[in-house]
């Protein structure tokens, strides 16, 4: 049985994952997982601190933080006044998709009881990293500016796997991409760049890109490997229309930090 591959995702919630995974994590091997990139020096072009501050005045308070609107899952990373928890990714919704998941979340329950559908699905392209409230504008501009020339593509995630967060305190079930994948590093190569230059943690290495189905609190490896993972892929290959269904569309990028969104279209 193979360990299950990272995803980095913030514990505030699926709306902080971006939430923050279906982060994505790194490609399941036998050894050490989701190791970041080394980051490289800061671009000599970094926004002066001075005047970002001039140009984005008022509050820098970041959203509360209710502990009991977290389903139990644990912080990552302390929340503080002025820190917005910030995730970029792909978003992807489609009704036909939550069809198959009417299937495969009650077979999947059956092993792991706790699990719970995803409040939203969404393919990573960035860890979740903390921005000060100053920081989110110039951000997103450069965010903007580094993907402007991507142009759409289609996708296919067919593939269940199951994820584990880094402290392994959170377990998903997800589709891995399966075709796609070099589109993927293309992207993922600039949204680091933008993270570089605002001394932020880059992506995993090795990734693999995945749209997280449905979550647990803890470790559920065991229950979900081996039987129950080769039984949700029958159900995903027998689904009818499932290559069509699975087949999806990367046609904006999008930024959530705190409780702001930020969209991206690709040309």
């Not at 593939?159 to 075709?179: A, D, P």
């Amino acid at each position: 049985m193979s360990t299950a591959p990272l995803v980095g995702y913030s514990s505030s919630g699926s709306e902080d994952e971006a939430e923050a995974e279906a982060k994505a994590g790194t490609r399941a091997q036998p050894g050490a997982r989701g190791r970041s990139r080394g980051q490289s020096p800061l671009s000599s072009q970094r926004l002066p601190v001075e005047s970002v501050l001039h140009m984005f005045p008022g509050t820098e308070e970041g959203p509360a933080d209710d502990s009991a609107k977290h389903g139990g899952r644990v912080r990552t990373f302390p929340h503080e006044r002025g820190n917005w928890a910030t995730h970029v990714y792909i978003y992807e919704a489609r009704e036909e998709f939550l069809d198959l998941l009417d299937v495969l979340l009650p077979h999947a329950q059956t092993y792991v009881p706790r699990l719970v559908r995803m409040e939203a699905f969404h393919l990573s392209l960035s860890q979740s990293v903390v921005l000060r409230h100053h920081w989110i504008l110039p951000f997103v501009q450069v965010l903007k500016d580094r993907v402007a020339s991507f142009q759409r593509f289609c996708f296919t995630a067919d593939q269940v796997k199951i994820y584990t967060n880094q402290e392994k305190t959170r377990t998903f079930v997800g589709l891995e991409v399966t075709s796609g994948h070099a589109q993927f590093l293309d992207l993922v190569s600039e949204v680091d760049k933008v993270m570089e230059e605002f001394d932020l943690t880059t992506f995993y290495q090795d990734p693999s890109f995945h749209v997280s189905l449905a979550w647990c609190v803890g470790d559920a490896r065991l229950q979900l490997e081996g039987r129950c993972l080769q039984e949700l892929q029958e159900i995903v290959d027998a689904f009818e229309d499932s290559e069509m269904l699975l087949r999806m569309h990367a046609e904006q990028i999008r930024c959530k930090s705190g409780n702001k969104f930020f969209s991206m279209p690709l040309k």
